[in-house]
């Protein structure tokens, strides 16, 4: 499912019309990134959890040449699923 059909979805579900539908998800997805940039954890009991993990610097290695490579540290977004979720999904 793409961004225009979960949007869709969204605007049947909640009886809205698509523009009205697009702007409640792009505002979602703005104020969910927002607060990970802060480092804000953002979670939906029973749904799941956004949050920021932080890696730290390691050496890999190129499947091409074998050869070692150093990968910087980095911060990554996380979601992690709720016991609701994982229970609709099974």
Partial sequence: MGKSEFISAV????????TQAAAAVDAFIETVT???QRGEDVQFTGFGKFSVQQRSARTGINPQTKEK???AAS???????????KKAVK
């Fill in 69 to 71: 490579i150093q990968i």
């Fill in 34 to 36: 927002e607060a990970l």
């Fill in 75 to 85: 911060t990554v977004p996380k979601f992690s699923a709720g016991s609701q979720l």
């Fill in 11 to 18: 605007a049947d579900k909640a009886d809205l019309n698509k």
